[in-house]
């Protein structure tokens, strides 16, 4: 197992490690407030409320087909958590986790508009979700068929229980597009800052790069012009502006 630097440098693997807990710590622990406290507070609610759809989404971007974890993650979460209230299936199960995982063909937006320019006009943000949410609609509703589940029900109920869930992601990604490696490819975004941190750096030897380039000779004239000025000093005389008198 790698160590972490003592100088507090990470690698690569480290920083991807740390950076998709955090997201699974958030998502876990939301989903769990979401479905609890609806339960407990607002029992006849219609709609759901879930981050799964916004963070697999971002982590998406960032790590690409690893976001793959979070769609699973989320459909075993989600009806872990509903069982404390209700029976929840098998079927309940496969229909979420395997349903979540067609969020992960959007990935192939990237092929048709690259990450940057799609994150830089907000309309065009806007297909990202909004493709996104189509396609788990329909997994949804192609593995809930293939439990004997009518297709368009299926399609009906789970866009209706969904609908807030793609309002807040549209909302979310429009303002972590605004904020510097948010939505961009980890690796790309690494790389760029270390280029940008590195083209930053004036090394102390590349100040008088220019006179290094000399020889000795030319060295000992400028070191000769330079004495000659300083005892010929500059030529005014300032005896006349200010008379013995006067001072």
Not at 19 to 36: G, K, P, Q, R, Y
Not at 63 to 87: D, E, K, M, P, R
Not at 188 to 207: D, F, H, M, Q
Not at 238 to 245: H, K, S, V
Request: aromatic share 14%.
């Amino acid at each position: 197992m790698k160590k972490f630097n003592i100088n507090g440098v990470v690698s690569y693997n480290q920083y991807k490690l740390v950076d998709i807990l955090l997201f699974m710590v958030i998502m876990t622990a939301l989903e769990a407030v979401n479905v609890f406290a609806i339960k407990q507070w607002f029992p006849d609610m219609l709609f759901a409320i879930s981050l799964m759809f916004t963070v697999s989404l971002i982590v998406l971007v960032r790590w690409n087909f690893l976001a793959a974890i979070f769609t699973v993650l989320h459909g075993v979460l989600y009806c872990a958590f509903l069982s404390a209230f209700q029976n929840v299936g098998y079927e309940e199960y496969i229909i979420y986790a395997v349903g979540n995982s067609f969020l992960l063909l959007s990935w192939f937006i990237f092929k048709i508009i690259p990450k940057e320019k799609l994150f830089s006009k907000w309309y065009l943000t806007l297909i990202y979700p909004l493709i996104a949410f189509v396609l788990v609609l329909l997994g949804r509703a192609i593995v809930a068929a293939c439990f004997g589940f009518g297709f368009v029900e299926a399609l009906g109920s789970h866009f209706f229980t969904e609908s807030l869930n793609i309002v807040f992601a549209i909302i979310v990604l429009l303002i972590l597009r605004r904020l510097d490696g948010m939505l961009e490819d980890q690796k790309t975004y690494l790389k760029r800052v270390a280029r940008e941190r590195e083209e930053a750096k004036t090394p102390k030897e590349e100040v008088w790069a220019g006179y290094t380039e000399l020889d000795e000779e030319e060295l000992k004239k400028l070191h000769d012009i330079h004495v000659e000025k300083t005892e010929e000093g500059d030529g005014i005389d300032l005896r006349d502006e200010y008379p013995p008198e006067s001072r």
